[in-house]
């Protein structure tokens, strides 16, 4: 063990044959088959929240093993090694019914896939990255880790950590492939509704990840799991920065392959330390109801409207999702209005009629009329639930004025009301935002046209509190929408289309203000959905 220190890698890749000998997987599909039927029967997010001991070995433990160590060891999670062309091990105890065993148990599971290796590893492997296809290739990759995990009952907002041994970074051919093969398997995991996580060492993989980190469009991991095998108990390291990968998104091996002994049961074992925590949620803007925002925009040359999934850090190629929207003005993504689980939009006609249309994750259904009349609000934009009754509600600019409408039941709204009186007719681009300062109600933003100030309007139950600035230079943009929490680090953030090139762009909320702006894509013919 003492050759492999300075390079940690997983047991599951190594040649230990008095462990277990490397076989590889005829077919992905093999587990899925033998497993489908225990798995519509249970299922699990793993690891969920999970601060404490873990431990990986390269079989799954047979159920008595496990007792015994649950009873007696001081280790609360294993990692479970569920596919890969690149897992070593027999796994003859890895079923759905383990699976449910062990979290009933109490224990915290935490799955490994393990694919292809780079060209360049330090170690030289069998099954190695296609470099001039990564990113196709991380995404299917991907694709089979989401059936093995479906097969063993492993459900949506679960990690899925990819191990990826320790490489030469030098090879910059080798280490762009690597880089590719991982955009590709967190974007895709991310359309799937999984959470991406990263192992490998903290020399080449880490550090790859860590450069890579704030690269505009990089589809970076949510979780890593480092190596370092210093036997230094912690999850905190000289070369991750404090603020990457921050609030519970970090585990680490702090010892490679050794044997531990608990209630007469020997296994050889890593040791990892692990402090999880689910990322929140999106909060709005999930059109595909994936967990992660997303972004609507009609094509103003054709009228079609289309879905562009976000992933965290981009957008993926789009999908139409809605056609022959010529004859409308203005747009709202309002929420879950009928209270089906999915977004819905409402769109105004050029007469002041404004429709339903509810969603349905991917198009939408038959539109139905709400309100005539709305040809004079300059501005509508929806507004959450503001009033706290559990139906998303909407906000519009008539004069100089800002009117709120009460979302109901049976898909209405309710009696308008006077939120802001005057002042609005010195304001454009009015958009929800979410609860940007996390005090539990939906807050607007607004720009000043002569100043080009951008003011923040904070959510109070029904109505809006005085006005604060998030600064200046905010008049080369149009259309600006709430984006949801993009990236789900906890705070909204804030979309908008730059009027010179159509560039769409993403400013990070933190809270008290809106960062520097990310390059998401470039839309010069089109308009989101508000």
């Known amino acids: 063990m003492g050759a492999h220190r300075l390079i940690p890698a997983r047991r599951n890749v190594k040649v230990k044959a008095a462990i277990c000998a490397l076989i590889l997987l005829a077919s992905s599909f093999t587990l899925v088959q033998g497993n489908a039927g225990a798995a519509s029967a249970y299922s699990t997010v793993q690891p969920g929240t999970f601060t404490g001991y873990a431990f990986d070995a390269c079989t799954a433990p047979s159920s008595a093993s496990m007792k015994a160590w649950r009873a007696n060891s001081p280790y609360k999670g294993i990692g479970i090694y569920i596919g890969g062309v690149s897992r070593g091990c027999t796994q003859a105890n890895l079923t759905a019914a383990w699976v449910q065993e062990q979290v009933t148990a109490g224990w915290k599971l935490i799955p490994i896939y393990v694919g292809p290796q780079a060209t360049c590893a330090t170690t030289p492997k069998k099954n190695v990255i296609d470099n001039a296809n990564a990113y196709a290739q991380g995404s299917a990759a991907a694709a089979d880790a ?77 979780y890593i799991d480092f190596a370092r095998w210093d036997e230094t108990v912690t999850t ?147 507004a959450g639930d503001l009033n706290k009754d559990g139906y998303p509600d909407m906000v519009a600019v008539s004069g100089a004025s800002l009117y709120f409408y009460p979302g109901a039941a049976g898909t209405k709204f309710g009696t308008r009301k006077l939120v802001v009186n005057g002042g609005f007719d010195t304001l454009a681009e009015v958009a929800s935002i979410g609860d940007f300062n ?45 984006g949801g929490d993009f990236d789900r680090d906890g705070y909204t953030d804030l979309i908008a289309i730059r009027q010179r090139d159509g560039a769409l762009l993403l400013f990070r909320g933190n809270g008290k203000t809106l960062t520097s702006r990310t390059l998401l894509n470039a839309f010069p013919y089109m308009s989101p959905l508000a």
Request: glycine share 14%; net charge positive.
């Open 236 to 382: 905190t390291d000289t070369k991750i920065p404090a603020t990457y990968w921050p609030g519970h998104r970090r585990m680490k091996q702090y010892k490679g392959g050794h044997t531990e002994t608990y209630g007469g049961v020997t296994i050889n074992i890593d040791n990892n330390y692990v402090d999880f925590t689910p990322l929140p949620s999106a909060t709005m803007a999930d059109f595909n109801n994936n967990g992660w925002s997303d972004f609507l925009a009609k094509d103003w040359r054709t009228s079609n409207v289309y879905l562009y999934p976000g992933n965290g850090s981009g957008l993926g190629g789009r999908t139409l999702v809605g056609s022959g929207w010529k004859g409308y003005n203005a747009y709202v993504r309002i929420g879950d209005l009928n209270k089906d689980g999915k977004e819905d939009v409402l769109a105004r006609a050029s007469n002041g009629d404004l429709y339903f249309y509810p969603g349905t994750t991917t198009g939408f259904g038959t539109r139905k009329k709400l309100l005539s009349g709305t040809g004079s609000l300059r501005e509508i934009t929806p």
């Open 438 to 482: 996390k005090d539990g109600y939906p807050d607007l933003v607004a720009r000043h046209n002569a100043t080009g100030t951008l003011l923040l309007y904070p959510g109070r139950k029904g109505a809006y509190a005085t006005r604060t600035s998030l600064g200046t230079g905010w008049n080369g943009l149009r259309d600006l929408v709430g």
């Open 146 to 222: 989401v059936i093995q995990a479906v097969s063993l009952g492993l459900a949506k907002n679960s990690v899925l950590i990819y191990d990826m041994e320790s490489y030469t970074t030098t090879d910059t051919t080798c280490r762009a492939g690597v880089l590719n093969f991982m955009n590709g398997w967190t974007a895709r995991l991310h359309n799937l509704s999984y959470f991406s996580g990263y192992y490998s060492s903290v020399s080449s993989g880490i550090a790859d990840q860590v450069a890579q980190y704030n690269v505009p469009g990089y589809a970076k991991p949510d």
